[in-house]
């Protein structure tokens, strides 16, 4: 099963306006990053956040870590028809047998001008 | 750099054929992920290598799926023999660093149809 669960799966909104995405988790994380994938394309690392962090900005993009809800949110502020894409949620679980980032189902984000 | 490059674009291929799919990581990465998207399951870690050694490939769905990686420029997935329900995107991607905290680099993905 998945460990992210992103919410909304789909948003859709005006230019000019913020869209907020969630992502929900199960067990402890050590990061949790977000990527957009744009239709047809490969994923785009956006940001990430350490577990010891709680929020995180990058231009437009503000990224909150509530570990004790086990959730996290991204905030594209002042929205562009250019950033209508999917975005993903992934963790970087703490006890697993390996190194991996699991992916949540993604948000499709439209942006309409 | 040129990023993580994928080959080829495009794939379709008859149920039973071999399927060979190719990457190149960035330069001086040394993890490199497979990575398989569908609707129906989202994205899934196939396998992993670091410094060219398979970490874990407890996500090769079969026997089917191997992968190998001769060196720190190339990887091939492969699927012998191919079958409809491997129809997908699948994606490498590579990252620099010792461990899952830095973030992927992704190809652009070979979508692959089985028929």
């Known amino acids: ?113 | 750099d040129a990023g993580v490059i994928q080959s080829p674009r495009h794939e379709v291929t008859e149920m039973g054929q071999e399927v060979t799919l190719r990457c190149k990581p960035i330069s001086g990465h040394d993890y490199l992920f497979w990575y398989r998207q569908t609707m129906m399951r989202g994205l899934e870690l196939l396998i992993y290598f670091n410094n060219n050694v398979p970490i874990d490939d407890s996500g090769m769905p079969e026997d089917r799926f191997s992968a190998k990686m001769p060196n720190a420029s190339f990887s091939t997935l492969k699927i012998q023999p191919s079958e409809p329900r491997d129809s997908a995107v699948y994606f490498c991607a590579s990252s620099l660093g010792r461990s899952y905290n830095e973030k992927l680099f992704f190809g652009s993905g070979t979508q692959l149809s089985v028929l």
């Open chain 1, 1 to 113: 099963s998945q460990q992210g669960e992103e919410d909304p799966q789909a948003l859709s909104i005006q230019e000019g306006e913020n869209a907020t995405m969630n992502c929900s988790y199960k067990t402890s994380i050590n990061n949790l990053q977000w990527y957009r994938q744009n239709s047809g394309r490969g994923l785009v690392h956006l940001i990430l956040i350490r577990s010891n962090e709680r929020e995180k900005h990058s231009g437009r993009l503000r990224v909150t870590l509530d570990t004790s809800k086990k959730s996290s949110s991204l905030l594209i502020t002042a929205s562009r028809a250019a950033d209508t894409a999917s975005y993903f949620c992934a963790t970087a679980i703490r006890e697993t047998s390996g190194s991996r980032l699991t992916f949540g189902e993604g948000t499709q984000l439209t942006v309409n001008p």
